[in-house]
């Protein structure tokens, strides 16, 4: 089994914010591989089904994005996943709008929900699905960029999401790279 966690908010108001594209992401997964409904559980919300051949078990946590691994330790520990098998899909200012980057360890970023799930479970060594929402030009900017909703002109969004569902069963296969590759390949047309 594997844990594939979304990094967000969970206010009903948030739920378009660009710092929620990682909970977006799961829904969009959920749906398109048939996972169960959605129930509250590990100080979040969580789903189960297969991708591929793969269990997954699809964790949002419900703690605020600064505390998300409040909710991630929990669920890993139960399930006796080791950091390895955790993969956070989380928004990402230092990449393009739609482009998507796949790496194992290293350090937050300054990303507060990466920087919690590395505290909560010791190491940095899990995997990150960065999700481009590109950066707004200068760091005084950066809060109300991350904490606004997608713009209408934003028409990469949903074909981003349906492409990262499309794509999820090289995530479980761990093949990042033919991951990123079909992605690219599915959204060239709205970039």
């Known amino acids: 089994m594997l844990l594939w966690v979304g990094l967000g908010n ?8 660009r710092h929620n594209i990682g909970f977006m992401a799961l829904d969009a ?3 398109r591989h048939g996972f169960s409904p959605w129930r509250q559980r590990f100080k979040g919300m969580i789903a189960e089904g297969l991708v591929g051949r793969q269990k997954i078990l699809a ?3 419900l703690t605020y994005m600064n505390g998300s691994g409040e909710a991630v330790q929990p669920a890993a520990a139960f399930h006796k996943i080791p950091p390895e098998g955790i993969w956070a899909f989380h928004d990402e200012l230092d990449l393009a709008p ?6 194992r360890g290293g350090g937050a970023a300054g990303h507060n929900g990466l920087r919690d799930i590395q505290r909560a479970l010791g190491t940095p060594e899990f995997w990150r699905v960065r ?8 760091k005084d900017r950066v809060t109300g960029h991350v904490l606004g909703n997608f713009a209408k002109a934003d028409d990469w969004v949903e074909p981003l999401l349906e492409a990262v569902a499309e794509a999820a069963p090289l995530l479980a296969e761990a093949r990042p790279e033919e991951f990123m ?3 690219a390949f599915l959204t060239q047309e709205t970039r």
Do not use: C, Y
């Open 181 to 183: 590759t079909k992605i």
């Open 10 to 17: 969970p206010e009903p108001s948030q739920a378009r914010h």
């Open 59 to 61: 964790l949002k946590p």
């Open 131 to 138: 999700l481009g929402i590109g950066h707004p030009g200068h």
């Open 98 to 103: 739609g482009r998507v980057r796949v790496k």
């Open 29 to 31: 997964i959920a749906r």
